[in-house]
């Protein structure tokens, strides 16, 4: 989790991923941070996020992000 | 049938009519009969076209959902996980294909109107149609919801009247619950609508047609019109294709907003943009929309463009690695971009300009921020953000320049000219500046661009319009309704280069 809110503060060092539960309905990310973010974490935890992950639930927190990426990783 | 015509109408009244007589349940029944008057009006072989793709792709989202059915049955009566992961391969391989072969028949009907010259005409709409049909695809096949299953409800969806001509690009899920839902007749719905419609037409008539007699004359490269004149078509243009485009949208916004339903908005008051990429998310909105989820993120996540990515991770700065694959799916959406506004090398010329300004903001935003940090320039600034937004709108107004001359020597020409030629003097004498325009056409468009840019500053401040016009007493209330519907009939632009009909009407 901690690595994970990291890469996410190097992406957006203006925003607060600790406290922020609706990164993508509050419109605090855009398109360019979610692909910046995709492909920080595909390195970083060797996964494969695809198309049909993006969604907004998978995206609102850094909880969320984490699920995603254990769910991807047990597959 | 021109939606600017007595033919329309008489037909959205009758529409209204048959809508609201109805049983509720039963109303939306009345919707794809209309689709299919309007878009006979254009001629019945078109017709066929569209019925084409729309089979195809309702059939399509049948298939996917039969496919999807299937194998989660036999996932589920599986214990075996491997078996399971397995049988999930299979569907989404299956799937896949079935896609694929969708969309490319779909696609490829639109390439040959589109591309190749072999038909002398061009079903209406079918720039339209084809990418809200392929996004509802691409939707059914992400599992983002179910394919309809009756075939009238889908029709009625793809033809939607209101969003065939020009857009919006309307999405399944988003239109189908107004769509298909009863209400009654609503006083007030019908006005607001209806003054919707007028202030729509008033955009389109007395404002965008008036400038368009000037530009006509100012762009060809042979008019004669250089230096100041060009630097004149940066700042009209915008003006101009905004209260066509966004004119037309305010018609047909209005005309379901009188029924009830609601149309995704196209626009987001574009020139209060502080740059390039926030204004494509403020201008033709439900296009980028479509681009962004069906183009830019299947590029920018694809194991080909990741696989770039991760490549260069030893060999470029963390910062450029994450942006790899944004930076090459940006070049594919706005070559595509370009490429749907006109088979010509402008329009991906005035794709690629997009491109570059959008890019380089990102590339460049460190650098830009540490130069404001020095100039003590705050984001805050109003003087700043003013330059901002003029910089955005002569950007896009040199854009469109761009994609309205077919020839680089005319670009060429026109852009030498700013330099070259020394008339800058005529900049002071703003009833020159205009040819084929008189000074009553001038005072006109000052007021009715005044007016525009008045409710968008309202719209901007996120003042309910509607609502502030429910508190105006009702008697002045009409009497601003009824003189705008007076200044539509009697300021209208009729001149011998009034432009007609809608300029997106062409995509």
């Not at chain 1, 994970?4 to 509050?26: H, T, W």
């Not at chain 1, 060797?46 to 909880?63: A, G, K, R, T």
């Not at chain 2, 009625?156 to 899920?173: A, C, E, M, N, T």
């Not at chain 2, 700013?418 to 009553?440: D, K, T």
């Amino acid at each position: 989790m901690e690595q994970l809110q990291k890469i996410l503060e190097e992406i957006r060092p203006d925003v607060d991923f600790a406290s922020e539960d609706r990164l993508i309905d509050n419109g605090v990310l855009d398109s360019i941070d979610i692909i910046a973010i995709v492909t920080a974490v595909n390195n970083a935890y060797d996964v494969e996020i695809n198309v049909q992950y993006l969604l907004p639930e998978h995206f609102n927190s850094v909880e969320a992000i984490y699920r995603l990426i254990c769910k991807l990783q047990d597959e | 049938m021109s939606l600017i015509s007595f033919p329309f109408f008489v037909f959205v009244l009758v529409l209204m009519a048959a809508y609201y007589l109805m049983p509720c349940k039963w109303q939306w029944v009345v919707i794809p009969v209309f689709n299919l008057l309007f878009y006979m009006s254009y001629g019945a072989v078109a017709v066929c076209f569209l019925a084409v793709t729309m089979f195809l792709t309702y059939a399509m989202g049948i298939l996917l959902n039969r496919t999807d059915d299937h194998f989660g049955a036999l996932r589920k009566a599986c214990a075996d996980k491997e078996q399971k992961k397995k049988y999930k391969a299979d569907c989404v391989k299956t799937k896949k294909r079935i896609m694929l072969v969708g969309l490319f028949v779909d696609f490829v009907l639109w390439f040959l109107f589109k591309f190749t010259g072999l038909f002398s005409f061009s079903p209406l709409g079918i720039s339209i149609y084809t990418f809200i049909a392929a996004g509802y695809c691409i939707d059914v096949y992400r599992g983002k919801y179910r394919a309809e299953k009756n075939l009238f409800k889908y029709a009625s969806f793809l033809s939607f009247f209101p969003h065939i001509v020009q857009g919006p690009f309307s999405r399944y899920d988003a239109l189908k619950d107004t769509l298909f839902a009863g209400r009654r007749c609503s006083f007030e719905r019908l006005e607001q609508g209806i003054i919707r419609i007028v202030w729509g037409c008033f955009k389109k008539l007395v404002i965008a047609d008036r400038m368009k007699a000037a530009i006509d004359m100012i762009l060809p490269r042979d008019s004669g019109y250089g230096g100041v004149y060009v630097f004149l078509l940066f700042v009209i243009l915008p003006i101009q294709l905004y209260a066509d485009f966004s004119g037309y949208m305010d018609i047909v916004a209005g005309i379901c907003h009188m029924l009830g339903i609601r149309l995704q908005e196209n626009f987001k008051q574009p020139f209060f943009a502080r740059s390039i990429d926030e204004f494509w998310r403020r201008w033709h909105i439900t296009l980028g929309a479509w681009f962004r989820d069906y183009l830019f993120y299947p590029v920018s996540m694809s194991r080909v463009v990741q696989k770039i990515s991760a490549r260069c991770k030893d060999k470029l700065s963390p910062v450029l690695v994450r942006m790899i694959p944004s930076y090459i799916a940006l070049f594919f959406v706005w070559s595509a971009t370009g490429l749907w506004h006109g088979k010509s090398w402008n329009f991906l010329l005035w794709g690629w300009i997009n491109l570059l300004c959008i890019v380089s903001g990102m590339q460049f935003k460190p650098f830009y921020e540490r130069i404001k940090g020095r100039l003590h320039i705050t984001e805050e600034n109003k003087c700043w953000r003013l330059f901002q937004m003029a910089r955005t709108f002569l950007i896009f107004g040199f854009a469109e320049m761009v994609s309205d001359i077919p020839s680089i020597y005319g670009i060429w020409t026109k852009c030498r000219s700013l330099v070259c030629e020394h008339n800058w003097y005529l900049a002071a004498r703003p009833l020159q500046l205009f040819p084929g325009l008189e000074i009553r056409d001038l005072v006109i468009l000052g007021i009715g661009i005044l007016l525009m840019l008045i409710l968008d500053i309202l719209k901007e401040k996120n003042v309910d319009i509607y609502g502030l016009a429910g508190r105006i007493p009702v008697f002045f209330r009409y009497l601003g309704y009824v003189s705008l519907f007076y200044a539509v009939i009697l300021l209208g632009y009729s001149g011998k280069n009034a432009a007609g009909g809608f300029m997106y009407e062409q995509f």
